[in-house]
């Protein structure tokens, strides 16, 4: 199971993390928690424009940020969605 993140005016899925991460919101940012250590802060997201899922079993094999949309139980592709290019190691 997973938790996501998902901002409020356009259904837009942000991120992704198992249900084992701690997320936190209050109204100046959402926090991200790993074994008790805040790992991540994500300050343009707060509990005013965004919505934390948990507990979601259906997540796409093929999610990445910004690539679907989510309303609480059903996911949509964006059409407006670009995958980003390939970058080869040196």
Avoid at 10 to 39: A, F, K
Avoid at 50 to 67: F, L, Q, R
């Amino acid at each position: 199971m997973s938790k996501v993140l998902v901002k409020n005016e356009t259904n837009l899925c942000l991120y992704t993390w198992p249900d084992s991460v701690d997320i936190y919101q209050n109204n100046q940012e959402t926090s991200v928690v790993v074994e008790g250590i805040r790992s991540r802060i994500i300050a343009d997201c707060n509990n005013s424009n965004s919505t934390v899922y948990e507990e979601i079993t259906n997540v796409p094999s093929d999610w990445a940020g910004h690539k679907y949309f989510f309303d609480g139980t059903t996911w949509t592709l964006n059409s407006e969605y670009v995958e980003p290019p390939v970058i080869e190691e040196p």
